[in-house]
Nanobody, 123 residues
Framework: QVQLVESGGGLVQAGGSLRLSCAASGQTFSTYNMGWFRQAPGKERDFVAAITWISGNTYYADSVKGRFSISRDNAKNTVYLQMNRLKLEDTAVYYC????????????????WGQGTQVTVSS
């Protein structure tokens, strides 16, 4: 069983930056693809970004492309999400997940989920 703990969320002004971290512990699956999802109030949980564990290939939702960057440190079993030029609509709870896969109709996580970290962007 993999435990995921997100950190780095907070309150930031529009145009600012935050860096989220997700640390895995327990019985880790280091070869799983990992990613970030977010959920705003009253909305479904949406895909944000993913990274393949071995090669480091990255994938992004259109809404964050060019502003967010996902990276990982395999030795530390940690994945990061650098968020730049934040917008009001980026406000959400951000969740880290393992075993992230792209299917025909979107991105899904089939492994473990973290507890989430709140990101609030103010005007």
């Amino acid at each position: 069983q993999v435990q995921l703990v997100e950190s780095g969320g907070g309150l930031v002004q529009a145009g600012g930056s935050l860096r989220l971290s997700c640390a895995a512990s327990g019985q880790t699956f280091s070869t799983y693809n990992m990613g970030w999802f977010r959920q705003a109030p009253g909305k479904e949980r949406d895909f944000v970004a993913a990274i393949t564990w071995i090669s480091g290939n990255t994938y992004y939702a259109d809404s964050v492309k060019g502003r967010f960057s996902i990276s990982r440190d395999n030795a530390k079993n940690t994945v990061y999400l650098q968020m730049n030029r934040l917008k009001l609509e980026d406000t959400a709870v951000y969740y880290c997940a393992t075993d992230v896969r792209q299917l025909n109709n979107g991105w899904y996580a089939f492994g473990s989920w973290g507890q989430g970290t709140q990101v609030t962007v103010s005007s």
